[in-house]
T-cell receptor, first 111, second 116 residues
């Protein structure tokens, strides 16, 4: 079916550690892919996006590369900060332009 | 930067009562959406709306749900007879039809609906 699968959280890291949150998708064709972030008590904010294979989305030190061979869009950051603590959602756009979200991964960064 | 605004931020309602959640999409957007997020779970699509009619709805969006754009600015979600399982965060979103793939929906901060 058409879905988005994320690694389960919570992910707990120390400040300045390297972050990877895995995301894979199933879809027909090559959908646009997104990472959204939800800070505590807030709504969903677009973090980054990639619209075609091999595109790299980046924002605020986060990166994700659209890999069609592995149908993945893993989120990475070289050095996390306490302020990055949030829930991260991977999403893809389907043919009718609605977003299909993964289950979310909670990141907790400790000082 | 333009924002999607939702009111109220928190709504507490007795089971069986009707509730209306309100949204003001970004002014030049033409596609509107409602999503919901049950506590601790994934964000799920409910309905999309374009040109004054529903474009698509999910299995969740049964006869108890309806959407309306009563004027040029508001977009509402109505639940006629609320159930306990309707307790969730409800997100409104809007999008510009010319930039679907590059700039997907802009989300509001959500309305937390608590059914007692």
């Amino acid at each position: 079916g058409n879905s988005v699968t994320q690694m389960e959280g919570p992910v707990t890291l120390s400040e300045e550690a390297f972050l990877t949150i895995n995301c894979t998708y199933t879809a027909t064709g090559y959908p646009s892919l997104f990472w959204y972030v939800q800070y505590p008590g807030e709504g969903l904010q677009l973090l980054l996006k990639a619209t075609k294979a091999d595109d790299k989305g980046s924002n605020k030190g986060f990166e994700a590369t659209y890999r069609k061979e592995t149908t993945s869009f893993h989120l990475e950051k070289g050095s996390v900060q306490v302020s990055d603590s949030a829930v991260y959602f991977c999403a893809r756009m389907d043919s009718s332009y609605k977003l299909i979200f993964g289950s979310g991964t909670r990141l907790l960064v400790r000082p | 930067e333009p924002e999607v605004t939702q009111t109220p931020s928190h709504q507490v309602t007795q089971m069986g009562q009707e509730v209306i959640l309100r949204c003001v999409p970004i002014s030049n957007h033409l596609y509107f959406y409602w999503y919901r997020q049950i506590l601790g779970q994934k964000v799920e699509f409910l309905v999309s709306f374009y040109n004054n009619e529903i474009s698509e709805k999910s299995e969740i969006f049964d006869d108890q749900f309806s959407v309306e754009r009563p004027d040029g600015s508001n977009f509402t979600l109505k639940i006629r007879s609320t159930k306990l399982e309707d307790s969730a965060m409800y997100f409104c979103a809007s999008s510009d039809p010319w930039t679907f793939s590059n700039q997907p929906q802009h989300f509001g901060d959500g309305t937390r609906l608590s059914i007692l």
